[in-house]
């Protein structure tokens, strides 16, 4: 592939064109026009406006097409009803991106709408991409370009910063200056009518110049694209990112600001961490992230040590830590034994780490060094407050220099003003993070924190459960194909735990009484003692409508109860449509606990998992955990963890812990049903009773409905699963068996020993260059895909019973979602034996199955074989405009 990216005429223009450049001091024209050339832009900056022959020294032209130069970018400052003329005329003149910063579309009703939808129609028609409208603009420090109308200008650094606001982007450049925290690039998005932030991360991932990327969200149009590029990022960059409208009320204002669509806080925020993402609550905490983030501040677990010459603030600092799961240090017999020695007597002898208010900077210093040398410590908060005997700045000196060498991050909290001003100031310099007082500073260790943990959740990629019993599918599918062809969307008890049942998850069996002569007759079927609950659509919480018997061990009591729950319903729901009583055997578990599994839709990220406590308390008590599916072993884990109802699942109250692994298998289960059954809209199995033995769904609820009978196989689905049903074998002539499948984030290993195995000819041919090992950011770039926008498959074979790779193919979306590129490499010890042809066959027909009507490649003039090759195959070749060195190839899919 080429190293330029498609979105570079727009981030890294070589000519910009300021479309309404002014000479009308303070107006939209004249400000962008002024901040280019204070930026001193290195490409070159023309000015476009009939009304004037020159803008501040810079020739004028009456339109874009009287430029006498291509523009790879302009920026339109004129009013809405304009715009899409004036991108009409760019696209003539073969303009290649477009910023609109004009407001007055979609945000202001139908005929900003109007205006709107022209704008774009104009745009696609050229093939331009566009940023806005109703937008900031973007900043390139690097490269001089300050396309915005912004008052404050950017310094040069290493954050990406994308918001969806103009007015926050303003804000944080005017902190950011005195505080010395520098950009890579800056981009308001505005109502990104085109471009929205999964084009701007990818371009963000392979930008050199950004380190890390900070988001400003308020809602997202596209969250395949999101969570895709979003967890990109988060593999090989730190990603931050402030959430708005975590409360229904705010959402309905964030719609009409942006238009899109508002789901549940508690899912965004379960996407964030499956993103491998730090998530941030306030600009306090954007400031501060920022500051940590430029320093290189890099935590590698949450386990927090807090030293403090005063007990109060270190009980302030516990205390936060606490409200945040952040776990206090324990430290081991050699730290304590090294703080013994170099402190008083009456020290605190624990964490907190109390040095009492007389410390001196060397307690200080030899406090800190024994703490940061220990065991179980991922991070230090050193606090100071002014007292008769503290040495502020001789402390933070001593602390500066400590950090120097330290391999673990030290957060301080210097408290006053006047007395500690000038020891905060060293730390400024020294990029070390200080506050002013304990909370933020723990709040701080907190976020960063985050993301040791979500890492690992990134990293995981489940796989199906093949190697268990499989579902029966096609079972499942009929049972909501008949209740769809009856017009029916909630599926009765029986139908639910049928799918249950299909999907390997144990039930309690029921039947369906309407009369009381039957149910006595289910009953002693069954088996006594049985559980008696109302069937009808119309009603969820059966209890609370009188709809329950529970333990009946008589069939007098069945009768009884029959008559019972029809007249108590009736009663209480007269408007229910009752189909008769549902009878199933009373599950006795001495030591189970009732919990809740349910699967709801989330309007952007589709379909969720929740899990919390069940039976009657489960609305009061609200301990309900979110994950995105799919989901394995240890991201099951995890949701399980995340509730409080956690801590009753083990030894509790003379009870033996769980089955775990059971419990885990029914998340497993409820995950692969969703994934396999997209009609699946609501389900809740409560209660799922689980002991020391195993689990039961004793009732279930499922609601479904319609899906387009185009839609993909995973398209109700943010996070695409690994797709496993696309492994296949393949055995040569001479009786080797190749496994060929997907690629999974923990082949990295194998994809590094492939490529160093490979001959200098071959990396050249591949890579077009001759590095020796892939660098880590590449290899996880080429292991971890998200298997929608892009596909690779490995070739392996099993050597003296380990698995070895012999060859990869891959290929990857292009921004027109209807063509691919794609590259396939074979070892050398492979080739000339089909296997090339092979891997081509498998990846031409996924390609040709996902839609894409044409797949590229690039490929050197000079590799006369692979030319060869891909003229085999139906590639057309052509030469590359501007580089003789290339060859393009093209194949058609959909012939």
């Not at 390997?504 to 009369?515: E, G, W």
Request: glycine fraction near 8%; proline fraction near 6%; charge should be negative.
């Amino acid at each position: 592939m080429k190293d330029k990216h498609y979105l570079s005429p727009l981030l890294e223009p070589r000519s910009v064109g300021v479309i309404g450049a002014s000479e009308r001091e303070s107006s939209l024209g004249n400000v962008l026009v002024r901040n280019m050339l204070d930026a001193g832009y290195k490409g070159r900056l023309f000015a476009i406006n009939p009304k004037h022959d020159t803008v501040l020294g810079i020739p004028c032209y009456k339109s874009v097409e009287d430029v006498p130069h291509r523009l790879d970018l302009a920026v339109i400052a004129v009013r809405a009803e304009k715009v899409a003329a004036i991108v009409d005329s760019c696209g003539r003149a073969g303009v290649k991106a477009v910023i609109v910063l004009s407001s007055g579309f979609s945000e202001t009703g139908p005929r900003g709408a109007l205006y709107e939808r022209h704008v774009i129609e104009a745009a696609r028609r050229h093939k331009i991409r566009l940023l806005g409208p109703n937008c900031l603009g973007i900043m390139r420090p690097e490269l001089g370009l300050n396309a915005t109308f912004a008052h404050a200008s950017a310094v040069k650094g290493s954050i990406g910063l994308i918001s969806q606001s103009g007015a926050l982007c303003a804000a944080i450049l005017d902190w950011a200056k005195p505080n010395n925290v520098g950009f890579s690039a800056v981009v308001s998005l505005g109502t990104s009518s085109d471009i929205d932030f999964g084009e701007i991360l990818e371009f963000m991932i392979s930008d050199p110049r950004t380190e890390s990327i900070f988001l400003y969200v308020e809602g997202i149009r596209d969250a395949r694209r999101f969570m895709s590029a979003l967890r990109g990022a988060a593999r090989v960059k730190p990603v931050l990112l402030v959430k708005v409208g975590r409360h229904p009320d705010v959402s309905r204002a964030i719609l009409s600001h942006t238009g899109a669509p508002i789901g549940d806080d508690a899912v965004f925020d379960a996407a964030l961490r499956r993103a491998g993402v730090i998530r941030l609550y306030n600009m306090g905490q954007l400031f501060a992230a920022a500051n940590a983030l430029f320093s290189h501040f890099r935590p590698r677990g949450n386990r927090l040590a807090i030293i403090t010459n005063g007990g109060g603030p270190g009980v302030m600092a516990a205390d936060r830590a606490a409200d945040l799961g952040i776990p206090l240090s324990n430290f081991s017999e050699g730290t304590m034994e090294k703080l013994n020695v170099a402190l008083p007597a009456s020290w605190s002898r624990g964490n907190p780490v109390d040095i009492l208010g007389d410390a001196d900077v060397e307690r200080y210093r030899k406090a800190v060094q024994a703490v940061l040398e220990g065991p179980n410590v991922d991070g230090v908060l050193v606090m100071l407050t002014p007292q008769a005997m503290t040495d502020p700045s001789g402390v933070a000196d001593a602390l500066i220099e400590l950090e120097k060498t330290a391999d673990k991050p030290v957060v301080t909290c210097w408290m006053g003003e006047d007395l500690v001003t000038d020891a905060r100031h060293r730390f400024i310099e020294a990029g070390i993070p200080t506050f002013r007082t304990p909370e933020p500073a723990v709040e701080l260790f907190s976020h960063i924190s985050a993301y040791y943990r979500n890492q690992k959740l990134l990293m995981q990629t489940p796989a199906s459960l093949s190697h268990l019993s499989p579902p029966s599918i096609e079972s499942a599918r009929l049972v909501i194909e008949t209740a769809l062809a009856e017009r029916r969307k909630v599926l009765n008890e029986m139908e639910s735990k049928a799918l249950l049942a299909a999907f390997r998850i144990p039930i309690a069996q029921t039947v369906i009484a309407r009369s009381a002569t039957e149910a006595m007759v289910l009953a002693e079927e069954i088996g006594l003692p049985v559980v008696m609950k109302i069937d009808s659509p119309s009603i969820i919480h059966k209890s609370e409508s009188g709809g329950v018997r529970l333990n009946l061990g008589s069939l007098a009591a069945v009768r009884t109860a029959y008559q019972e729950i029809q007249d108590e319903v009736r009663k209480n729901r007269p408007e229910a449509a009752i189909n008769g009583v549902a009878i199933e055997p009373m599950i006795l578990k001495r030591n189970g606990r009732e919990l809740m599994v349910g699967v709801r839709r989330d309007p952007v990220f589709g379909p969720v998992i929740t899990f919390g406590e069940g039976g009657n308390r489960v609305e009061a008590n609200r301990d309900v955990a979110v994950a995105l599916p799919p989901l394995n072993n240890y991201l099951a884990g995890d949701l399980i963890r995340s509730t409080r109802v956690h801590r009753l699942l083990g030894d509790f109250r003379n009870l033996p812990p769980v089955d775990m692994e059971a419990l885990e298998l029914v998340l497993l289960r409820v995950s692969e049903m969703v994934c396999e059954l997209p009609w699946i809209t609501e389900m809740d199995i409560n209660p799922l009773i689980v002991d020391e033995n195993g689990a039961v769904a004793v009732d279930a609820r499922i609601v479904v409905d319609n899906v387009s009978p185009t839609a993909d196989r995973y398209d109700h689905m943010a996070i695409h699963p690994y797709p496993s049903h696309l492994t296949s074998k393949w055995t040569v002539p001479d009786g080797v068996e190749i496994t060929i499948r997907p690629i999974k984030p923990e082949d990295a290993e194998l994809e590094v020993e492939f490529v160093r195995g490979l001959s200098t000819e071959t990396k050249y041919y591949r890579f077009m260059n001759t590095m020796r090992e892939l660098p880590p950011a590449m290899v996880a770039r080429l292991t971890q895909i998200d298997y929608d926008r892009e596909m690779a498959f490995l070739a392996t074979i099993q050597v003296d019973g380990v698995e070895k790779e012999i060859g990869v193919c891959r290929y990857a979306v292009n921004p027109d979602g209807e063509s691919c590129e794609f590259a396939v490499v074979v070892g050398d010890e492979w080739q000339h034996r089909g296997l090339a042809r092979k891997l081509m066959g498998v990846l031409i027909e996924t390609a040709r199955s996902k839609g894409l009507s044409y797949m590229n490649g690039v490929f050197l003039a000079n590799n006369d074989r692979m030319l060869k090759f891909v003229q085999g195959l139906g590639f057309v070749l052509t030469n590359d405009p501007d580089d003789s060195t290339i060859k393009l190839g093209v194949l058609s899919l959909q012939d």
